[in-house]
């Protein structure tokens, strides 16, 4: 089976999601097919799609300038999975308290950008998450803090008492950048469970 993941590229380079999302494709003896996603048109051909990092409200003009948000949310009303991880997080929320972000309103948490520090101040944390059976290293860059969530949402892992991970629905939202590590477990907790729960 080979399955179709997209990934929005209007900003930033997606090489790394890409690797992880083959990496974790192939443990389960599957082969994933790449879509970059810069205009309107593809997400619905998408299985998943991933919500790189970047610059949060470049990333949020961009997708409404093109047409690709309405396609993003019709996605996840669908049932597919979603993996938003920190710029993408923030695209995703519900409330990002930075009235330049016009946010996709898919995640129902709130968010605080760069609550974690400046790039001098990024930093790996083993993190424990629900559902992995070992602690994953989560690489934080300029990362946003969760500092609200909706009463459906499910938190994944919090890092000093604050949450860092979050599922709502069929979306896994991240402050941390899982795609720079070598280990492709939340992108199988994203997609891979939630895909075969629904089949």
Known sequence: MTLTAGVVAVQGD??????????????HGEDAEIREIRDAGIVPDCDVLLMPGGESTTISR????????????????AGKPVLATCAGLIVASTDAQDDRVETLDLVDVTVERNA??????????????????????AV???????SEVGDDVEVLATWDDRAVAVRDGPIVGTSFHPELTDDPRIHDLAFFETVEASQ
């Open 116 to 137: 974690f520090g400046r790039q001098k101040d990024s930093f790996e944390a083993p993190l424990d998450v629900r559902g992995l059976d070992d602690p994953f290293p």
């Open 62 to 77: 961009l997708l409404h300038r093109e047409d690709i948000a309405e396609e993003i949310v019709a996605h996840v009303e």
């Open 14 to 27: 997606v090489s790394e999601h890409a690797g992880a999302i083959k990496r974790a494709a192939a443990a």
């Open 140 to 146: 934080f860059i300029r990362a946003p803090l969760i």
